[in-house]
């Protein structure tokens, strides 16, 4: 949630085009049968390796025994014993959440404590009875199969960060839609459309105490009467809608304070010291915790980098005669 001249702010552009797609760099591509497909198919692998899933078994607590990991303890009740930890969740939500305050050093949970998490944006998805008719664009075309973003000027953007920090939302936010349906007809029905509207910016916290339980739909709404003004007929082709506010974010997946990213994306963030220093090679500060997820180095988005480097850590202390070194 920042200035477009913040400076820092334009690292997360170049973040987004790192990497490629069958040989094209910078480009993106998509998951035929939506991104859940990506976690079927490694689910699938996994499963034939002999490994054991087990879904809505929620951790409450990793378990310490004598400066050693010792397993975790789901919200049931339930104990798992395991001589490592391998957590993809947000730095923040593992050590401000998941441990007792005891097993960690006074130092680092400091640091933690200073670690920024939680960002201004707000997911919705639409199900669409017909494509979006842009008034520059009205026809259906290759516009339809791109990122669509609607924040015409700098000032556009920079007048949807004032209005946020003083509202707690922006009147006319900026708005990314995606429309998957144009180039995977498996998501919604012959003719009918599916479409994600990444939305900024969207205060984590709202002012004068309002809550986003109680304000989410008429954000929601202020996001369509945005699309509507440039593409007129918007809002009578919604069939369905799900939305997401920072809050909703947090609750529904675990990101603290709506950050997709597991973490700002700021600088003094980013590789060694993701998300500290001395803890940036995948390593938590207790022998035995490692950690896979956006919250290390090199931060969010669809790549599997983190959980890759993670994985060769951890194969290489399990090589190693002594073992590694934890602070």
């Not at 680092?108 to 009875?129: D, E, P, Q, Y």
């Not at 459309?193 to 004068?208: G, I, K, M, T, Y």
Request: glycine share 12%.
């Amino acid at each position: 949630m920042l200035r477009p001249d913040t400076p820092g702010s334009a690292y997360v552009l170049l973040h987004h085009v790192f990497g490629e797609v069958n040989g094209k760099k910078g480009a993106w591509g998509h998951s035929v049968g939506g991104m859940g497909n990506i976690t079927q198919i490694m689910a699938k692998v996994c499963r034939e390796h002999g490994v054991e899933i087990s879904v809505e078994s929620p951790v409450s607590r990793v378990l310490v025994d004598d400066g050693k990991v010792a397993g975790v303890r789901l919200e049931s009740g339930e104990e798992v014993i395991a001589d490592r930890v391998i957590s993809n969740v947000g730095p923040k939500l593992l050590y401000e959440r998941m441990f007792d305050h005891s097993d960690l050093k006074p130092e680092f949970k400091r640091r933690i404590k200073g670690f920024k998490a939680g960002s201004g944006t707000f997911r919705m998805n639409v199900a669409l009875s017909e494509l979006p008719k842009f008034t520059c664009l009205p026809e259906a075309g290759e516009h339809h199969q791109s990122g669509i973003i609607i924040a015409p000027t700098l000032d556009y953007m920079d007048e949807a960060f004032l209005d946020a920090k003083r509202y707690g939302w922006s009147k006319k936010p900026i708005v990314e839609m995606l429309i998957p349906s144009t180039v995977d007809d498996s998501l919604a029905p012959e003719g009918q459309h599916v479409a994600s509207l990444f939305c900024q910016q969207f205060a984590p916290e709202l002012p004068d105490g309002r809550d986003w339980d109680a304000e989410e739909g008429n954000a929601a709404d202020t996001i369509i009467d945005t699309v509507e003004a440039y593409a007129p007929g918007f809002r009578a082709s919604i069939l369905g809608r799900q939305i997401l506010s920072p809050k909703g974010l947090e609750r529904k997946f675990g990101l603290v304070g709506g950050d997709i990213m597991h973490g700002n994306m700021s600088l003094d963030q980013l590789w060694s010291a993701r998300p500290v220093l001395g803890h940036g090679s995948y390593r938590g500060p207790i022998k035995g915790l490692y950690m896979c997820g956006a919250g290390a180095h090199p931060g969010g988005g669809v790549t599997g980098a983190p959980g890759h480097n993670a994985a060769h850590v951890i194969l290489r202390d399990k090589r190693s005669w002594f073992g590694p070194k934890w602070n």
